[in-house]
């Protein structure tokens, strides 16, 4: 089935610094969506990417697609306590739907 | 606004019972899935509902049943409970069965432990 790679597994910065997770997929994606969790919690929807090249941002969160559409990343600038919490890429599984296929995700941590 | 809602929250079985994880939307959504969580694996799709009256598997089915007889519910039903059931399943819903413009919302998750 389809399956995406998520790196870094961790990561572990001080407040202020970016932070960047990216997810690779070995097939073309229609599209790609992010999610994050904070400890404790449950997946929130973060944004949703489209087009080939897209990029989103949301305050200090940028997204992007890749021209292929094989692979996004999720940049944080000057990272803060509240980014604090792991964050999974997901695609939509072969066959359609809505199913999708999380990646591992990338566990964020910072420190003060 | 309730949006999904997980019970219970907590659960403790023992090897070979059986019970029912609920799950219900308020949002008139059609789609609703079973995702389980487990450390370094990130979310596996268990199963899903397009509708009413409409179930199918996703990657990791066995071992649960569900059903999906009002839009409402979605229930997930562990028939014999197993120790690699050992999870956190969260319940998650989108207005329509297309990936697209349709985000999945999540209930608060149930955490489970088979002993």
């Known amino acids: ?112 | 606004n309730a949006g999904v809602t997980q019970t219970p929250k907590f659960q403790v079985l023992k090897t070979g019972q059986s019970m029912t994880l609920q799950c219900a939307q308020d949002m008139n959504h059609e789609y609703m899935s079973w995702y389980r969580q487990d450390p370094g694996m990130g979310l596996r799709l268990i199963h899903y509902s397009v509708g009413a009256g409409i179930t199918d598997q996703g990657e990791v089915p066995n071992g649960y049943n569900v059903s999906r007889s009002t839009t409402e519910d979605f229930p997930l039903r562990l028939l014999s409970a197993a120790p690699s059931q050992t999870s956190v399943y969260f319940c998650a819903s989108s207005y329509s069965g297309d990936s697209y413009n349709s985000p999945l919302h999540f209930g608060n998750g149930t955490r489970l432990t088979v002993t």
């Open chain 1, 1 to 112: 089935g389809q399956q995406v790679m998520q790196i870094p597994q961790y990561q572990h910065v001080q407040e202020g610094e970016d932070f960047t997770t990216y997810c690779n997929s070995s097939t073309t994606l229609s599209n790609i969506q992010w999610y994050k969790q904070r400890p404790g919690g449950h997946p929130v929807f973060l944004i949703q990417l489209v087009k080939s090249g897209e990029v989103k941002k949301q305050k200090r969160l940028t997204f992007q697609f890749g021209e292929a559409k094989k692979n996004s990343s999720l940049h944080i600038t000057a990272t803060q306590t509240t980014d604090v919490g792991t964050y999974f890429c997901a695609v939509p599984i072969t066959g359609g739907g809505n199913k999708l296929t999380f990646g591992t995700g990338t566990q964020l941590k910072v420190e003060l």
